[in-house]
């Protein structure tokens, strides 16, 4: 079993849908949890961190940690065409190194 | 402040060539990563160093990939002899080496071996 799973299916939302991503984990230790988005032909570049459970939200982003069911979600309000990208899952234990796991990403297409 | 930077932006190669990637990690940046990305796999870590000491090569799909961090502020990956299962888009990232820090990637280096 891989340590983070993330359904690497494309996912196609009118503008101003709301897109709903997640990844399930492993490896309980981890309680560091990241989203990183990936613009065509870029660097992944962090959007949202989040520590242990809980929600955090950050304009029309929202991350949800659900560590007893080793579950987390991302949250797209009133999706824009500029949010047209991959989003990787990624986290982390809080112990010795700092290696993330990642998961594979998610394609999203907002059409206009 | 410059965020990772990372040479050549692209490369195409033939098989059989030496490849070099090199990296400039964030000024200040202790952990440096490489990362390797293709459609089939997504991203996975090659190697990372602390303090410019390799920590862990898991990742290193052969003996034919080998990476360097002289400085703090310079690293290469280099790919020799290169072969067309090895194109990809290779990242390198940096961060700081505390808890709860995360990682910054560079714009990386789309390579296509011949």
């Known amino acids: 079993q891989k340590e983070v799973e993330q359904d690497p299916g494309p996912l196609s939302v009118p503008e101003g849908a709301i897109v709903s991503l997640n990844c399930t984990y492993s490896n309980s230790a981890f309680q560091y949890f990241m989203w990183y988005r990936q613009y065509s032909r870029k660097g992944p570049e962090l959007l949202m961190y989040t520590y242990s459970s809980g929600n955090k939200e950050d304009g029309r982003f929202t991350a949800q940690v659900d560590k007893s069911s080793k579950y987390i979600s991302l949250f797209i309000r009133d999706s824009q065409p500029s949010d047209s990208a991959t989003y990787l899952c990624?986290?982390?234990?809080?112990?010795?190194?700092?290696?993330?796991?990642f998961g594979k990403g998610n394609q999203v297409v907002v059409i206009p | 402040d410059a965020g990772v930077i990372q040479s050549p932006r692209h490369e195409v190669t033939e098989m059989g060539q030496e490849v070099t990637l090199r990296c400039k990690p964030i000024?200040?940046?202790?952990?440096l990563f490489w990362y390797r990305q293709t459609m089939m796999r997504g991203l996975e870590l090659l190697i990372y160093f602390n303090n410019n000491v390799p920590i862990d090569d898991s990742g290193m799909p052969e003996d034919r990939f080998s990476a360097k961090m002289p400085n703090a502020s310079f690293s290469t990956l280099k790919i020799q002899p290169s072969e067309p299962r090895d194109s990809a888009v290779y990242f390198c990232a940096s961060s700081l080496l505390a808890l709860g820090e995360t990682q910054y990637f560079g714009p990386g280096t789309r390579l296509l071996v011949l």
């Open positions: 990624a986290m982390r234990a809080p112990y010795g190194n700092n290696r993330l796991a």
């Open positions: 000024s200040g940046h202790n952990s």
